[in-house]
């Protein structure tokens, strides 16, 4: 073959594949929404949790490592790695993103009348303060990367009396972040929770 065939049939195959790869991210950057309410214990938020299914294809470390350049480009660092916890809780000082990139599990979102919802490998979630979390039941390689914006630190809140109304208080007064961690400044987040 020609060279001058073979680069413009190169040329055609990547923009092909450009195309293909546009088309397949578009497909992954609409997030499904969740709104909880307050149900006594757990206060949730106005704001939606945010589902991304899907939204990345690294798995294992190279996932983790992927997820945790892609948040901090976005202002989301403070990073772990680990698993959720079995009990219902909430950050009342920041929100989370956490981005699951080994196994799989079953979360109850919003407290104990939110909704059970299977996550897996490739998935990004982002909780806004005050949304209820916890792992139902998970894989044994089911571990996530968590950030948080501007790298704040989160506090620990298990829906108990007393929390409240001071985690109402500190839930309302939490800024809206400058950026979704996973798609930057001019959607995503930026775009839902302005509404």
């Known amino acids: 073959m020609e060279r001058r ?7 055609l195959a990547i923009a092909g594949l450009l195309l293909h790869t546009r088309v397949s991210a578009m497909t992954t950057v609409t997030p499904q929404i969740f709104y909880f309410k307050d149900d006594g214990s757990i206060p949730n938020s106005k704001f939606p949790l945010l589902i991304y299914k899907n939204a990345f294809s690294q798995r294992g470390s190279k996932g983790g490592d992927w997820l945790e350049e892609r948040f901090a480009t976005n202002g989301w660092t403070n990073t772990w790695r680990w698993g959720i916890y079995p009990f219902h809780h909430y950050h009342s000082n920041t929100h989370e ?3 699951v990139f080994s196994g799989g599990a079953l979360l109850q979102m919003g407290g104990e009348k ?3 919802i299977q996550v897996k490998a490739g998935d990004i979630l982002i909780i806004p303060a005050g949304v209820g979390h916890k792992c139902i039941t998970h894989s ?9 914006p501007s790298g704040l630190s989160p506090d620990l809140k298990k829906g108990e009396k007393s ?9 309302a007064k939490v800024k ?3 950026a979704d961690p996973l798609t930057g400044k001019n959607s995503g987040l ?5 509404k």
């Open 163 to 171: 929390e409240r109304p001071a985690a109402d208080q500190r839930i």
């Open 97 to 99: 993103v956490l981005g």
């Open 114 to 116: 939110g909704e059970k």
């Open 176 to 178: 809206l972040p400058s």
């Open 5 to 11: 065939k073979f680069i413009k049939s190169g040329t």
């Open 190 to 194: 930026i775009k839902i929770w302005s």
């Open 140 to 148: 044994d390689d089911f571990t996530v990367l968590g950030a948080y």
